[in-house]
């Protein structure tokens, strides 16, 4: 027999009719001889007693794919008949059986089957069975805790010999349902990459990608190997393929790695960036730069010496010297110590707190010159270097500087 992954629970009823009153499936006592009355007819009870039979191991369902297993007795079915205690050969008789769950749980799929002695086919029932003949079956379904199903058969004898006596054996069975169920976590690793670069750069000033490796995953990333093939307008010190062997990458961490390029020609260009490691699929990234080819011509202008408590006046001036235009210039001037009432033409800012003038130029077409004027009073005396620095973007393109001999004043 073919076992499934479900438990069958049954028990069986044998019954034996003939002469004799009826007796146990496991142990049946001779026919007797019923002495007849004055009528010479058999004496019937009112009331037949129904017959409850337990403890027989369950006999599988023909046909079906349960498991057969000896079911603990509160686990059990209980099965009764109620059949005439005798019958009269070549007349049809009635049976009553009743299925009964006494365990403390809802049943499900409860089958009941049936066989008898062949001088006897099924007549009629209710309800009717799923399949009449030997053995017969009927679905039952589901039968709560300490609920019951009756059925009524009608047996009908065939034409052969129906001999001494009537046997009928039935089986009510079902199926236990048994469930697990469990979870885990599944450790996985997630690899992120974002390159950022300046938007835009100059043709021959070296330039810094950066790119963040972030382990989004729930285990450490092993083996991360990085790798690009420089386009043809981008150079390294290392040459056109890049490899880099970063290693492990915790989870959560996010590993920085900082690459210094130089753009050599103007247009835009496209880098591509491939990661790749133990147990993950390649992450691929890229970004886009364009680089111009900028002239920028700057120049600071300023007394050389300067006397102590007087102002003095400074002068820078920026010039597109190249044949592109030049967008988002900016110049930056750090004060040095020494200079106090610092003030500027309209454009420029101050920051305090870097104590730098910044001056958003904007942009520059070629051949176009702006200037800015600025002015402090000398309060301390020494060298000061007045430098100041040109940028596209976050690019550094052009400095100048600038040197001032601060003399103290001397004393009448």
């Keep these: 027999m073919r076992h499934s992954p479900f438990a069958c629970c049954g028990i069986v009823v044998i019954l034996v009719l003939g002469s004799a009153q009826v007796g146990a499936a496991q142990s049946l006592p001779p026919p007797q001889v019923l002495p007849p009355t004055s009528s010479d007819t058999p004496t019937i009870p009112a009331t037949p007693a129904p017959i409850t039979l337990s403890g027989t191991a369950p006999v599988p ?24 205690p ?76 129906p001999g001494t006596e009537f046997r009928t054996e039935f089986e009510a069975s079902y199926r236990i349902h048994q469930k697990s169920m469990e979870t885990t976590r599944i450790a996985q690793t997630h690899i992120g990459m974002t390159v950022e670069a300046p938007p835009v750069v100059v043709v021959g000033t070296p330039v810094t990608i950066r790119l963040d490796l972030k382990n989004k995953g729930t285990m450490e990333a092993q083996s991360i190997r990085l790798h690009s093939t420089m386009p043809e307008s981008l150079t390294h010190p290392k040459g056109p393929e890049l490899e880099a062997e970063i290693g492990v990458i915790p989870a959560g961490h996010t590993e920085v790695v900082p690459l210094v390029v130089t753009p050599t020609r103007a247009g835009t260009i496209r880098a591509v960036f491939k990661l790749s490691g133990n147990g993950m699929s390649e992450v691929e990234s890229a970004v886009t730069l364009t680089a111009i080819e900028a002239k920028l011509a700057l120049n600071v202008y300023g007394p050389r010496e300067l006397p102590q408590g007087w102002p003095g006046t400074y002068e820078v001036t920026i010039r597109n010297d190249g044949r592109q235009a ?76 600038w040197q001032t001999r601060i003399n103290t004043l001397a004393t009448p």
Excluded: C
């Design 86 to 161: 005798l019958i009269s050969a070549g007349k049809p008789f009635t049976a009553e059986i009743t299925v009964t769950n006494p365990t403390g749980t809802t049943v499900e799929e409860v089958y009941l089957t049936g066989t008898w002695s062949p001088a006897y086919t099924l007549g009629s029932a209710n309800p009717p069975p799923a399949r009449s003949d030997t053995p017969a079956t009927w679905l039952l379904g589901r039968i709560g805790a300490g609920e019951q199903r009756r059925l009524s058969i009608t047996f009908v004898p065939t034409s052969g010999s």
């Design 326 to 401: 030049a967008t988002g210039v900016h110049v930056q001037i750090p004060i040095p110590t020494g200079y106090t009432d610092l003030r500027a033409t309209p454009g420029a800012q101050l920051d305090p707190a870097a104590n730098t003038l910044v001056w958003p130029v904007g942009d520059l077409q070629p051949g176009q010159e702006r200037k800015l004027i600025w002015l402090g009073v000398a309060s301390q005396s020494g060298e000061r270097t007045i430098t100041a620095t040109a940028r596209l973007g976050a690019t550094a393109v052009q400095s100048s500087h």
């Design 61 to 84: 369902l023909p046909g079906s794919e349960m498991a057969s297993a000896t079911a603990s007795p509160s686990s059990r079915l209980r099965v009764q008949q109620v059949l005439p």
